[in-house]
């Protein structure tokens, strides 16, 4: 079954920048699967922070993510970015991503229990 390994987390300052990865394995992620990367805080519910179409052509944001975050993808290498720039304190969480088969016409929605493979997480920490 498809594979999700994320990378590039670790401790940043506040306002810091980190590019996370989430590369996919044993099937090809384009025009097949949709990525969603998605967070959890200590002591809080995991939620959605991003997510792309199966062909790239859409994205959704949560509006914790919006003017700070980016997701793209490189088809090329079958991965998933998720660029997080100005991080906050509050920002600080395991960042995991995920994938569906959705059609290629379809936007992505940011509902945790849509998701079949789930990568392990990466840590991002953000503080001073």
């Known amino acids: 079954q498809l594979q999700l390994v994320e990378s590039g987390g670790g401790l940043v300052q506040p306002g810091g920048s980190l590019r996370l990865s989430c590369a996919a394995s044993?099937?090809?992620?384009?025009?097949?699967?949709?990525v969603g990367w998605f967070r959890q805080a200590p002591g809080k519910e995991r939620e959605g922070v991003s997510c792309?179409?199966?062909?790239?052509?859409?994205?959704t944001y949560a509006d914790s993510a919006k003017g700070r975050f980016t997701i793209s993808r490189d088809d090329a290498k079958n991965t998933v970015y998720l660029q997080v720039n100005s991080l906050k304190p509050e920002d600080t969480a395991i960042y995991y991503c995920?994938?569906?088969?959705?059609?290629?016409?379809?936007?992505?929605?940011?509902?945790?229990?849509?998701?079949?493979?789930w990568g392990q997480g990466t840590q991002v920490t953000v503080s001073s």
């Open positions: 792309i179409s199966s062909r790239g052509t859409s994205t």
């Open positions: 044993k099937f090809t992620l384009y025009d097949t699967y949709a």
């Open positions: 995920a994938a569906r088969k959705l059609g290629i016409f379809r936007s992505c929605v940011l509902r945790e229990n849509e998701y079949d493979y």
